[in-house]
């Protein structure tokens, strides 16, 4: 069928079948569709929307436009396991979930992004280590997988193309909302790595990408039936952003963060609590624990042994990073000029949040981007990130401790930080991180 005979179906309200959109994706990586086209199409699926056979099909379909994946040839001796973030501000998971896994015997590929917007991309966190390729060949990629059980790298360009030519379209087009089209971009990538297991982290709140619960359930319930509908078992959890996770935010401030947890200092108990609850889904679903109860002793094993930190220095040398990273990171991620302090103007609690605010103050400190061909400066950020509900006050808890390239920045993200979080008498009220668990 012709092009444009697809989008006319899809305008006018039509089921499309497997044969018609498999003839258009193969048409767009093969430049048979034109932009124009993709645009329509795109249009035509944000308002009339998909069924769930739909999405089952659009998301195989731009899963298999380019290289999937094939890890039988490796021999692994357990399951190849990954997990997949919505985005939201300190979101620093991934660096410990995948050398949890690896000591416990999965393999995980992670394939990931960069930062664009309020959030934080664990790509430039993973630049933050000098010497880290965070974007090897293929050869190095399975050679990390293979010996350190687990790699972060970029995504490759030859892995789902369709949705990159797509989703370049949809950010100019007003069609970035569509559920299905975010449902398709998302695990089609996933379903191209070639996993055994997925669990995806759905964000709500002030921070997140959908900061709608109700939105972000419905994305996380697609996710889970697309992803388990085309063949990869997936769990789904929903978490709360209405703050900053953990103590920091930025790129080497995250990665100290995230070596002091797998080492266990000063772990932050959320942050614990969501890294442990993904994992724990994952290790199930690999086989790898009979239930979570068991993944959580798993986990917590690792931790205290040492085996997880071991996994992470593994990985960060085979790919470049420097030897005894894991032992005295400090040593080799780049500080700051400017470390200092910010107090709020009056004592008190903390007792709201706008965490999309302190993400794009982040940004503005030059810690991320608001264009993909932005500089970023790994050095900058916050530490010590007050809580909701922690007192703060001068001659106690500061807000938080500003890392920043010069004073003038240092002061903008002091005023950021004042506007951004409320401090009042009243204590907050925290609800549970985890709200929801989504299964097929």
């Known amino acids: 069928m012709l092009p444009q005979e ?4 899809k305008r006018d309200g039509g089921k499309l079948s497997d044969t018609d959109i498999r003839s258009f994706i193969e ?3 093969k430049g048979r569709v034109s932009e124009g086209q993709v645009a329509a199409f795109c249009m035509a699926v944000l308002l009339k929307k998909m069924d769930m056979a739909e999405r089952v099909a659009l ?23 990954d997990k997949h973030s919505t985005g939201g501000v300190g979101d620093k998971v991934s660096l410990m979930l995948a050398p949890i896994l690896a000591a416990c015997g999965a393999f995980v590929p992670m394939l990931s992004g960069r930062g664009l917007g309020h959030t934080g991309g664990t790509l430039d966190k993973m630049d933050a280590i000098p010497g880290y390729v ?4 293929i050869t190095l990629f399975k050679k990390t997988v293979r010996e350190a059980g687990c790699a972060i790298i970029g995504a490759t360009p030859d892995l789902a193309p369709a949705d990159r030519i797509i989703y370049a379209i949809r950010d100019v087009t007003g069609t970035v909302e569509s559920l299905d089209l975010i449902t398709a971009s998302i695990l089609s990538k996933k379903l191209a790595a070639g996993l055994d297991g997925l669990v995806m982290d759905v964000k709500f709140g002030t921070g997140a990408f959908m900061q709608d619960y109700g939105d972000a359930q419905a994305l996380a319930e697609s996710i889970v039936q697309v992803a388990n509908g085309a063949g990869l078992p997936t769990v789904g959890l929903l978490t709360d952003m209405n703050q900053v996770l953990g103590r920091t935010a930025g790129n080497a401030v995250e990665v100290k963060e995230a070596v002091d947890f797998l080492k266990g200092i000063d772990v932050d108990a959320r942050l614990y609590e969501v890294t442990a609850a993904l994992t724990a889904e994952l290790l199930v679903l690999g086989k790898l624990a009979k239930d979570t109860l068991d993944a959580r002793a798993k986990i917590a ?5 040492g085996k997880a930190a071991a996994q992470f220095a593994r990985m960060v040398g085979i790919l470049g990073g420097p030897a005894g990273f894991i032992d005295a990171p400090e040593k080799f991620l780049k500080p700051a000029p400017v470390v200092r302090d910010v107090f709020p103007d009056e004592n008190g609690h903390v007792t709201a949040v706008d965490a999309r605010g302190v993400g794009i103050g982040i940004v503005e400190l030059g810690g991320g981007r608001s264009k993909p061909t932005d500089h970023v400066d790994h050095a900058v950020g ?8 922690e007192a703060v006050g001068k001659g106690g808890r500061p807000l938080a401790t500003v890392h920043a390239r010069d ?9 950021t930080l004042k506007t951004v979080m409320t401090v009042s008498a009243a204590a907050a009220q925290e609800g549970d991180i ?3 668990r989504i299964a097929a």
């Open 407 to 415: 004073e003038d920045s240092f002061e903008k993200m002091a005023q």
């Open 382 to 389: 916050l530490t010590n990130i007050a809580a909701l509900g």
């Open 59 to 81: 998301t195989s379909a731009m899963a298999s436009s380019g290289t999937v994946m094939s890890w039988a040839s490796e021999n692994l001796p357990g399951p190849i396991l």
């Open 301 to 305: 094993e690792v931790l205290g042994n």
């Open 6 to 9: 697809i989008i006319r179906k």
């Open 434 to 436: 985890i709200r929801r």
């Open 134 to 137: 965070s974007q090897p060949d």
């Open 27 to 29: 048409g767009v990586t």
